[in-house]
């Protein structure tokens, strides 16, 4: 790896929804550390282009890219931008993910379970595929670090809420160390991060938008947290600051 060019910051990070949420505050938090950086998006552009224009007003370098990342063609076009416009990339941040109606398993059904698995699985794959093939210094890359947004409902399961979305992140958890390994020798970090409950609109997709304030008590240090707090561990992954670190996890959790 590059650890130099890491180091300075001066490396190209694609972050997959980046436009909201904690892929927003990593966004802006990648710029701030001179980063060039791509915020890719699904379908709402209005939030994408107001970040652009609040970093590049800020000094950074930053482009929106739309692009379906549960879609191989949409995942292909999104590095080929990337490259085009901002140049190699150094950094992946697999972060884009969906969440459906609290329901049991019961009352789930084929095209929801394979709607999550698609979004929240079959995206971070093709997205790290992508990665491996710029960043592995077996394809004459130099090397370069991929950060996986899990969650904690890995370990929790989230019965009676989302099993389904719970599983998804299970099996990222799986990527984040088999890819670890499977690319270690070749210049490439491969890293998770497991938040907890954090304040977002994604709690709203999931039909309860006050659902971290319901739960905070249970959190050991009774608050909920905030998409900056990942957004820093996610920053630590990518960096040469972790440069000994491949193959982990940072849970976000205020101890859950
Ligand atoms: P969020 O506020 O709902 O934002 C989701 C982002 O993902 C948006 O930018 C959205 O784009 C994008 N997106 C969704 N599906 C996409 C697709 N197929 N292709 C491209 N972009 C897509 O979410 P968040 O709460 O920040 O969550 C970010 C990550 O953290 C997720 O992986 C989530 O599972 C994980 N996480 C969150 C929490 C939490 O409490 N919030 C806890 C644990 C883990 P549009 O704006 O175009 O829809």
Redesign the pocket.
Known sequence: MDINTESKGLGVVVI????????AQTARLFAKHGYAVCI?????AE?AKKLVTEITQGGGKCIAVQ????QELDVERLFATTAAKLGKVKVLVN?????KPQMRLVDMNAARINEVLQ??VT?YFLCAREAVKVMSTTYGGSGGTIVN?S???ARSGSPNEYIDYAAS?GAIDTLTRGLALEVAKEGIRVNGVR????Y????A?GGEPARVERLKNIIPMQKGGQ?IEVAEAILWLASASSSFTTGSFIDVTGGL
Not at 95 to 99: D, H, Y
């Open positions: 997959t929804g980046g436009s909201r949420g904690i892929g890719n998006y699904k379908s709402q939030p692009a379906d990342v549960s972060n884009a993910g969906i969440l979004n929240n995206s947004v969650s904690g409902a992140k938040p907890g409950l954090i977002t609109d994604m709690h997709d998409a």
